[in-house]
């Protein structure tokens, strides 16, 4: 089993940054596509950016030219910067990696973290 831990959420103002981690550990052969969503009250759950074993990457286009997906394969990372914050990227920010488990492929989840951008 895969479990995902991440870091790097918190209050910070319009315009600012954030640098988001997400390490998975456990019994690790084959990490494919790592990515995040985010839930914002009231909101459906909405995709912010996926990044592949080979770092091609893809981001939704509330965030294109603001955040940025990428990865560490040998630590088993995936990050998100974000920078040029607005009060409507306020979210819990959740990380996934897909896996290979028993030949299964398994999505993993971390935990969630609270972005909040406010002035």
């Known amino acids: 089993q895969v479990q995902l831990v991440e870091s790097g959420g918190g209050l910070v103002q319009p315009g600012g940054s954030l640098r988001l981690s997400c390490v998975a550990s456990?019994?690790?052969?084959?990490?494919?596509?790592m990515g995040w969503y985010r839930q914002a009250p009231g909101k459906q759950r909405e995709l912010v950016a996926t990044?592949?074993?080979?770092?091609?990457?893809r981001s939704g286009d509330p965030v294109k030219g603001r955040f940025t997906i990428s990865r560490d394969n040998a630590k088993n990372t995936v990050y998100l910067q974000m920078n040029s914050l607005k009060p409507e990227d306020t979210a819990v920010y959740y990380c996934?990696?897909?896996?290979?488990?028993?030949?299964?492929?398994?999505?993993?989840w971390g935990q969630g973290t609270q972005v909040t951008v406010s002035s």
């Open positions: 990044i592949t074993r080979n770092k091609s990457t």
């Open positions: 996934f990696a897909d896996t290979l488990v028993v030949e299964t492929q398994v999505r993993a």
């Open positions: 456990g019994s690790i052969f084959t990490i494919g596509v």
